[in-house]
């Protein structure tokens, strides 16, 4: 049974920084795309980024480009998103995925997904 658990999410202010993990239980078992998304109420699940768990490429959402980085740890079976110069609009709950699918982009073709950590950006 593959279980994905966040963590890192939290209250923080304009401008600062966030560092949100998932860890999976079973590498083998997930499928080798990790991604983040996320959803803010009343929006649809957006993208925000994805990583190749075996060549290391990534992708990200143009809104969180040169700020956001993924990253992983093969030892640790975690993937992580580093979070610079938070905005008001990154205010939502991050949900981590794993699966197959070559387009990252699409939340479909993930099929492994975590309950999500709650990013609250204040002024």
């Known amino acids: 049974h593959v279980r994905l658990v966040e963590s890192g999410g939290g209250l923080v202010q304009v401008g600062d920084s966030l560092r949100l993990s998932c860890t999976v239980s079973?590498?083998?078992?997930?499928?080798?795309?990790r991604g983040w998304f996320r959803q803010a109420p009343g929006k649809e699940r957006e993208f925000v980024a994805a990583?190749?768990?075996?060549?290391?490429?990534?992708e990200y959402v143009d809104s969180v480009k040169g700020r956001f980085t993924i990253s992983k740890d093969n030892a640790k079976n975690t993937v992580y998103l580093e979070m610079n110069n938070l905005s008001l609009e990154d205010t939502a709950v991050y949900l981590c995925?794993?699966?197959?699918?070559?387009?990252?982009?699409?939340?479909?073709?993930?099929?492994?997904w975590g309950q999500g950590t709650q990013v609250t950006v204040s002024r």
């Open positions: 990583i190749d768990w075996s060549t290391g490429s990534t």
């Open positions: 079973d590498v083998s078992l997930s499928g080798y795309i």
């Open positions: 995925a794993s699966g197959w699918s070559p387009d990252m982009r699409a939340s479909t073709g993930y099929s492994y």
